[in-house]
């Protein structure tokens, strides 16, 4: 099977217009979008070892990650359920519930990294 290189520009470009479409819909999304942009201007700012800029990478990308499953699972049950259903709550709930608590981890990490360089600062 020969690699068709036209075929991966073309997968690219379909997982661009997810992010976009998710960046457009999603007030979460975007709001984690401005802080990961703030989180990567203070990583450089306060001057973070390689390993903590490894750390807080991989949960920015972890935190997003989780919240792009999250508004599709979400879109998914509206498709098959779009009246109010009591298991479909649960879902939507569940998968919510997965968000905040890789927020609470994101937070937490964050504090850890950077609040004693705050008060280092201050």
């Known amino acids: 099977m020969a690699f068709d290189f036209n075929k991966l520009i073309k997968s690219f470009g379909h997982a661009f217009d997810g992010l976009k479409e998710v960046f457009y819909k999603e ?3 975007k709001i984690f979008c401005f802080i990961a942009v703030l989180v990567v201007i203070l ?4 001057r973070v070892s ?6 807080l990478i991989l949960t920015i990308i ?5 919240e792009l499953i999250n508004s599709r699972i979400e879109e998914i049950v509206n498709v098959f359920q ?6 479909a709550k ?5 998968t919510a519930g997965a968000v ?5 981890g994101a937070l ?4 850890l990294i950077f609040l004693p360089r705050f008060i280092k600062i201050f």
């Open 27 to 29: 007030q979460t999304f």
């Open 43 to 46: 990583m450089f700012l306060l």
């Open 62 to 66: 972890f935190l997003m990650t989780f």
């Open 50 to 55: 390689f390993f903590e800029k490894l750390i």
């Open 90 to 94: 649960i879902i939507k709930d569940v």
């Open 82 to 87: 779009p009246n109010q259903d009591p298991k």
């Open 108 to 111: 937490i990490i964050g504090i």
């Open 100 to 104: 905040l608590l890789a927020s609470l």
